[in-house]
């Protein structure tokens, strides 16, 4: 289940703005409209992954999936710029 590690702010198909925090669950839409992979704690799982290589464009949660589409084990990297070290060797 994914899960943040600050407060967001997410603004559904109707313009309303919604808060969510660490606590709250986050629902599919909102998952899908924060873009900011850094607020992730544990990212929400998807299967999608951009053609091509691997390229600091992708999110966090593509650069997991990747690993594990992989079977490559990513230890303890969280943030982007480790996923992308461990991906790297």
């Not at 999110?59 to 084990?73: M, N, P, R």
Request: hydrophobic content about 35%.
């Amino acid at each position: 289940m994914a899960k943040l590690n600050t407060y967001v702010h997410v603004h559904d198909k109707d313009g309303i703005s919604h808060a969510f925090g660490p606590d709250d669950t986050v629902p599919e839409w909102a998952e899908k409209a924060i873009t900011n992979p850094d607020v992730w704690a544990e990212a929400p799982e998807s299967d999608e992954l951009p053609e091509g290589d691997v390229t600091d464009k992708w999110t966090v949660k593509q650069l997991q999936a990747y690993a594990k589409s992989e079977d490559i084990d990513l230890g303890d990297a969280k943030t982007k710029s480790e996923i992308l070290a461990v991906l790297a060797k």
